[in-house]
T-cell receptor, first 116, second 108 residues
């Protein structure tokens, strides 16, 4: 069974440019997460979807970040415009259901963003 | 506030045993996860504890004490491939709170 698939794997952009990341979760997983991870830190939640509904986006910087999950499957995360401080790994993850039910979260390999 | 503490870095010898501790202070508790993350890779699931006690899975075991807000991950018969970061995450009111991770260095 395929895992969580993300693309691109690596991206280098100049500041003020836009960037988009794509995620395909594990088949049948209703819950999808976008995390940000800096070196030596744990993942920080940006947004969580239950099917196509964003149920937790309190940590998403909405002035420059946006996300969507059309049809409750694939998702995209966009940054426009990018800033130097956005350089990080963007992890997509999915689970069968919400975290409260002890559902295991499976991560993609991440999209490494460098803003220069 | 919500807080999870883990040691930043630990060093152990190949073939030995190491215990990685995690203490937490959260507003709610619905379970605790341990994940392994090799450098440049995604975190992968190791264990999940929701009740007090020890859960054993091969060379890895995880322990939980809810009254003490404490968990540990025990790695036995260490191998070089166990060099990685180990992340503790608490499920608090249906949100996952992540620790910063413990970088484990294995020496021959």
């Amino acid at each position: 069974e395929a895992g969580v698939v993300q693309s691109p794997r690596y991206k280098i952009i100049e500041k003020k440019q836009p960037v988009a990341f794509w995620c395909n979760p594990i088949s049948g997983h209703n819950t999808l997460y976008w995390y940000l991870q800096n070196l030596g830190q744990g993942p920080e939640l940006l947004i969580r979807y239950e099917n196509e509904e964003a149920v937790d986006d309190s940590q998403l910087p909405k002035d420059r970040f946006s996300a969507e999950r059309l049809k409750g499957v694939d998702s995209t995360l966009k940054i426009q415009p990018a800033e130097l401080g956005d350089s990080a790994v963007y992890l997509c993850a999915s689970s069968l259901g919400p975290p409260g039910s002890g559902n295991t979260i499976y991560f993609g390999e991440g999209s490494w963003l460098t803003v220069v | 506030g919500q807080n999870i503490d883990q040691p930043t870095e630990m060093t152990a010898t190949e073939g030995a045993i190491v215990q990685i501790n995690c203490t937490y202070q959260t507003s709610g508790f619905n379970g605790l996860f341990w994940y392994q993350q090799h450098a440049g890779e995604a975190p992968t699931f190791l264990s999940y504890n929701v009740l007090d006690g020890l859960e054993e899975k091969g060379r890895f075991s995880s322990f939980l004490s809810r009254s003490k807000g404490y968990s540990y991950l025990l790695l036995k018969e260490l191998q070089m491939k166990d060099s990685a970061s180990y992340l503790c995450a608490v499920n608090s009111n249906y949100q996952l709170i992540w620790g910063a991770g413990t970088k484990l260095i294995i020496k021959p």
